[in-house]
Antibody, heavy 120, light 113 residues
Framework: EVQLVESGGGLVQPGGSLRLSCAAS????????MSWVRQAPGKGLEWVSI????????YYADSVKGRFTISRDNSKNTLYLQMNSLRAEDTAVYYC?????????????WGQGTLVTVSS | DIVMTQSPDSLAVFLGERATINCKSS????????????LAWYQQKPGQPPKVLIY???TRESGVPDRFSGSGSGTDFTLTISSLQAEDVAVYYC?????????FGQGTKLEIK
């Protein structure tokens, strides 16, 4: 059974940093691209970033480019999102999502999410 | 960026009746080399993560009831629920995975009339 468990969310001041983690199990982690998708309170879904299975390719939404860094440790089956220079508009539930092997960007499994609140 | 626009924003349907949600992309999401539309539909219930229902515009995900169907090609797509059940109350999103940034529609809130 595929499981994705996010952690690392919390309250942070504007300009601060946070690192999210996503522990994956139930599939061969290194074979799949993985993504982060966020949802601001009461709002819709926004794709944030994707990393290919090998870790060689990464892509970002313009809204986070230069501030967020996605990475993975295939030996630990864990996905990360390093978030720097956080802004109030980054407040959201952050979901880790597994991409379908034949279609990066198509999310077939999602974690339960971790809430990031950026506020002074 | 490809902009995804859904209509309507909200929809109320009687139990057992048909519900139809439309999605329009600002450019084609049909990849000519494999003739596939890079379009998915997700269902999100309150307090839960999204769940994929349909991908490649019309392929139902395993375990999804057959009352859910997807159609369309190029820039215009439709999600149809043939006979609305109480458990279908949710927000529905379309999403293109043709190119980054992957983008979602704004969502359609489906309720019981």
């Amino acid at each position: 059974e595929v499981q994705l468990v996010e952690s690392g969310g919390g309250l942070v001041q504007p300009g601060g940093s946070l690192r999210l983690s996503c522990a994956a199990s139930g599939f061969t982690f290194s074979n799949y691209a993985m993504s982060w998708v966020r949802q601001a309170p009461g709002k819709g879904l926004e794709w944030v970033s994707i990393i290919l299975g090998s870790g060689a390719g990464t892509y970002y939404a313009d809204s986070v480019k230069g501030r967020f860094t996605i990475s993975r440790d295939n030996s630990k089956n864990t996905l990360y999102l390093q978030m720097n220079s956080l802004r109030a508009e980054d407040t959201a539930v952050y979901y880790c999502a597994k991409d379908l092997i034949a279609a990066p960007g198509l999310f077939d499994y999602w974690g339960q999410g971790t809430l990031v609140t950026v506020s002074s | 960026d490809i902009v995804m626009t859904q209509s309507p924003d909200s929809l109320a349907v009687f139990l057992g009746e048909r519900a139809t949600i439309n999605c329009k992309s600002s450019q084609s999401v049909l990849y000519s080399s494999n003739n596939k539309n890079y379009l998915a539909w997700y269902q999100q219930k309150p307090g839960q993560p999204p769940k994929v229902l349909i991908y490649w515009a019309s392929t139902r995900e395993s375990g999804v009831p057959d009352r859910f169907s997807g159609s369309g090609s190029g820039t215009d797509f439709t999600l149809t629920i043939s006979s609305l059940q109480a458990e279908d109350v949710a927000v529905y999103y379309c999403q293109q995975y043709y190119s980054t940034p992957y983008t979602f529609g704004q969502g359609t809130k489906l309720e019981i009339k």
